[in-house]
């Protein structure tokens, strides 16, 4: 998945992912924004917890936690996420069926290593105490508040009715055109960090390949419709990118 990353990184750049901001029916035929995200964030929901249920670990709480932790972040993305989409948005199907591919197998690998292939002793109860546990949680519900609030500051942009574009200016979206793919990227930095897990490692590469690019067409598109207040702003990471 590391080597597929690098390929997504680059192409990316070159290929406008047909979905939201660059919604194309030159990606085939389309079904519901709404029913889409469920169907393509779900998958990663689903395997975990079968991962996670058949496996002689569940009930150790390090475990548990670290399991409880990305579920809450999937549990938003899909069933709480795709009911708060405004308007009557589509996505083209091979858009979701490749994000539902993907999620069913980080969510294999991710369960794998939490439940099965970390070596025993690895994750023990006084990992609760240790630096990178608390900072990475601080971190992961950091990144996911930015993300949600971010989420909230896109849907409001418009009133019911209203059909102009604007700037989204609040929150981090002072500092950036992408606020909430910063808050993604920040969320599982953070898991990483809470886990050192290298499933997580993989999982924050392949996030950072996959947003990145998308930012940095969303701020040339911002740049072409709003011209200079895009300039104050950063693509993605305050102040660098």
């Known amino acids: 998945m590391s080597i597929i990353g690098v390929f997504v990184f680059i192409a990316l750049y070159f290929i406008n992912a047909g979905y939201g901001k660059f919604a194309s029916r030159s990606w085939g035929p389309a079904i519901s924004n709404k029913l889409a995200w469920i169907l393509m964030e779900c998958p990663v929901f689903f395997v975990l917890c079968i991962l996670w249920f058949f496996s002689e670990r569940r009930f150790k709480l390090i475990y548990l936690t670290f399991f409880i932790i990305f579920q809450i972040h999937y549990f938003q993305r899909s069933f709480i996420f795709p009911f708060l989409i ?118 924050v590469w392949f996030t950072f390949a996959n947003l990145v690019p998308r930012a940095h067409k969303i701020y040339d598109r911002y740049l072409k419709e709003f011209g200079k207040p895009v300039l104050e702003k950063k693509r993605i990471f305050p102040f660098i990118y």
Request: net charge positive; charged share 10%.
């Open 86 to 203: 405004k308007g009557k948005s589509y996505m083209p199907i091979l858009i979701m069926v490749m994000g539902a591919t993907f999620n069913v197998c980080n969510g294999y690998i991710q369960g794998c290593w939490l439940f099965y292939t970390s070596p025993e002793g690895y994750y023990t109860n006084e990992w609760f105490y240790t630096p990178q546990f608390i900072i990475g949680t601080l971190i992961f519900f950091t990144g996911m508040f930015i993300n949600i609030h971010s989420d909230h500051v896109i849907r409001n942009l418009r009133k019911p009715g209203d059909t102009k574009h604007y700037l989204p200016n609040k929150g981090m979206y002072r500092f950036v055109t992408s606020a909430n793919y910063l808050g993604e990227i920040i969320e599982w930095f953070g898991y990483f960090i809470l886990t050192l897990s290298p499933a997580a490692l993989v999982f």
